[in-house]
T-cell receptor, first 111, second 113 residues
Framework: EDQVTQSPEALRLQEGESSSLNCSYT??????LFWYRQDPGKGPEFLFT???AGEEKEKERLKATLTKKESFLHITAPKPEDSATYLC????????????FGTGTRLQVFP | KAGVTQTPRYLIKTRGQQVTLSCSPI?????VSWYQQTPGQGLQFLFE???????NKGNFPGRFSGRQFSNSRSEMNVSTLELGDSALYLC????????????FGPGTRLLVL
């Protein structure tokens, strides 16, 4: 059964303090790994899609990387507006038409 | 390009009633998926439609149903509402399915009293 585990559950950072969020997955053949950001009461906002080990994507202060077992979302010099819940999801041949989500990492960045 | 839209945004119902939620995908997207989000369970897959056909269904009771129209708009229906159905219902669209990027709408917040 496909599974996604995110850690830590919650993370508090000082503004400018870089860190990484982890997404570990167990799937029967990864078709895609997706990172989303979700603000309270809103729908998830797409950040990155990664398809193969070694792939990296960057957007502003965020960088996503992928290995055969996990993905990292690196946040460099975060700002308070980066505060949100970050969700990781996978798609696999076993679950062709759906995404399996992790429970997310709630990030708070303090000035 | 307009994003995914969902109506209504908020809904209050009582136990035993039924509810219909609507989702309009991004123009050109033919796949629409529905997810339920609760604090305890996170995002759980409900079902996915492509070209008016349900291709996959999650582990939810038969009270949860959906359909897709020829213009790719989709509706989901929940009959005989229970307190545990209170959740944020999210719709996501993509060109052809979950193997590519899905874009989410703002969600419909359903409260069952």
């Amino acid at each position: 059964e496909d599974q996604v585990t995110q850690s830590p559950e919650a993370l508090r950072l000082q503004e400018g303090e870089s860190s990484s969020l982890n997404c570990s997955y167990t799937v029967s053949g990864l078709r895609g790994l997706f990172w989303y950001r979700q603000d309270p009461g809103k729908g998830p906002e797409f950040l990155f899609t990664l398809y193969s080990a070694g792939e990296e994507k960057e957007k502003e202060r965020l960088k996503a990387t992928l290995t055969k077992k996990e993905s990292f979302l690196h946040i460099t010099a975060p700002k308070p507006e980066d505060s949100a819940t970050y969700l990781c999801a996978v798609n696999s041949p076993y679950n062709t038409d759906k995404l399996i989500f992790g429970t997310g990492t709630r990030l708070q960045v303090f000035p | 390009k307009a994003g995914v839209t969902q109506t209504p945004r908020y809904l209050i119902k009582t136990r035993g009633q039924q509810v219909t939620l609507s989702c309009s995908p991004i123009s050109g997207h033919r796949s629409v998926s529905w997810y339920q989000q609760t604090p305890g369970q996170g995002l759980q897959f409900l079902f996915e439609y492509f070209s008016e056909t349900q291709r996959n269904k999650g582990n939810f009771p038969g009270r949860f149903s959906g359909r897709q129209f020829s213009n790719s708009r989709s509706e989901m229906n929940v009959s005989t509402l229970e307190l545990g159905d209170s959740a944020l219902y999210l719709c996501a669209s993509s060109f052809s399915g979950a193997q590519e990027t899905q874009y989410f709408g703002p969600g419909t917040r359903l409260l069952v009293l």
